[in-house]
């Protein structure tokens, strides 16, 4: 089993920069595909970006291309989501979540083994 916490959310003006961590718990964590998703207001979840276990093959949703940067550390059990160039339309909860399937497959977020509980990201204008 893994349990997921998310740290690093907070409040940010347009521009600025935010790393958000994810700690996760269980021996097989370097097994999994981790990435981020994110819910804004009103909205459907999002799949933000993701990483397959060996951190090798990344994945991004176009629009934080070059503003983003998912890595881990498997020898910690960590996941970090650097974001830079922040945006008001970046404000959401971000999740972050292990599919032991494939990065594939936790892109397209259908087969989430784990999730966490969320942290709040919020960028003003």
């Known amino acids: 089993q893994v349990q997921l916490v998310e740290s690093g959310g907070g409040l940010v003006q347009a521009g600025g920069s935010l790393r958000l961590s994810c700690a996760a718990s269980?021996?097989?964590?370097?097994?999994?595909?981790m990435g981020w998703f994110r819910r804004a207001p009103g909205k459907g979840r999002e799949f933000v970006a993701g990483?397959?276990?060996?951190?090798?093959?990344?994945n991004y949703t176009d629009s934080v291309k070059g503003r983003f940067t998912i890595s881990r550390d498997n020898a910690k059990n960590m996941v970090y989501l650097q974001m830079n160039s922040l945006k008001p339309e970046d404000t959401a909860v971000y999740y972050c979540?292990?599919?032991?399937?494939?990065?594939?497959?936790?892109?397209?977020?259908?087969?989430?083994?784990?999730w966490g509980q969320g942290t709040q990201v919020t960028v003003s204008s």
């Open positions: 979540a292990a599919c032991l399937k494939s990065l594939f497959q936790l892109v397209r977020g259908t087969l989430i083994d784990h």
């Open positions: 269980g021996r097989t964590f370097s097994s999994y595909a």
């Open positions: 990483l397959s276990w060996s951190g090798e093959s990344t």
